[in-house]
């Protein structure tokens, strides 16, 4: 038996690897089941030899999320006198660590606190190409200015 959502994901990752290439950032709007974090997957694990490539969930502690996405950027969670960064540190040592042609995905965008969401508005300005998955269009802050999918 075939899975109905395959023509729709595989056309859907074609659409985004396309706007990712165009350097444009993208809100994916899908239902629930129909595959999302599986295709936030299939995009990072396409783009992580062509360039710097994150992909986190925030999943209730600001302070975890960014260290996640510190881990992926082999960025040190202690300073020098061996005591957890900050979430402040975290952020400001992302920032310096990323790169002109970052890819940032983000599956459950919906999840993502307004601070989390700025921050992301600071990425983009920075030139990162930024890949939210959401199951509605919150149409606020960062979800105003992305192209989004469905």
């Known amino acids: ?51 710097q490539t994150i992909i986190a969930s925030y999943k209730g502690g600001r302070k975890t999320f960014f260290q996640n996405i510190a881990n992926q950027l082999n960025i040190p969670l202690t300073n020098e006198r061996d005591k957890f960064l900050t979430i402040e540190q975290l952020q400001t040592e992302i920032n ?20 989390i969401r700025f921050w992301i508005e600071e990425m983009i300005a920075k030139g990162a190409v930024i890949i939210l998955f959401a199951l509605k269009n919150l149409k606020k802050d960062i979800f105003l200015q992305m192209v989004d999918l469905e």
């Open 96 to 115: 310096l660590n990323l790169t002109r042609q970052a890819l940032l995905i983000f599956p459950h965008a919906e999840r993502l606190t307004p601070s």
């Open 1 to 51: 038996m075939t899975n109905p959502n395959t023509h729709f994901a595989s056309d859907l990752f074609t659409k985004v690897c396309q706007g990712i290439e165009q350097k444009i950032s993208i809100l994916v709007i899908g239902e629930a089941g129909m595959g999302m974090e599986e295709l936030a997957q299939q995009i990072h694990q396409s783009f992580l030899k062509q360039r």
